[in-house]
């Protein structure tokens, strides 16, 4: 089993930053990727950015050049730089961790975007 616990959400007015962290504890060994995913209400969960174990990023589209994706293996965390938030980024993100054919989810951090 993995644990993720993530960390940093908040409200923000637009055009503001912050900056999300997840944190993988158990059974680490063997994670290939890890990832951020966003539910706005009423909307389905949307991939946002993962990272693979070699560094490979992938980011959404809406995102792209505001979101930044980083990790950190010595310290099993992941983070979520997002700069220039717009309202339309409000939701609840979500860290999950890939390892073999397991897919485990964190709870979930609430980001707020005022216009």
């Known amino acids: 089993q993995v644990q993720l616990v993530e960390s940093g959400g908040g409200l923000v007015q637009a055009g503001g930053s912050l900056r999300l962290s997840c944190a993988a504890s158990g059974s680490i060994f063997g994670i290939n990727a890890m990832g951020w995913y966003r539910q706005a209400p009423g909307k389905q969960r949307e991939l946002v950015a993962r990272?693979?174990?070699?560094?490979?990023?992938n980011y959404a589209d809406s995102v792209k050049g505001r979101f930044t994706i980083s990790r950190d293996n010595a310290k099993n965390t992941v983070y979520l730089q997002m700069n220039s938030l717009k309202p339309e980024d409000t939701a609840v993100y979500y860290c999950n961790a890939l390892r073999g054919v397991g897919l485990y989810w964190g709870q979930g951090t609430q980001v707020t975007v005022s216009s």
């Open positions: 990272v693979t174990t070699g560094g490979t990023t």
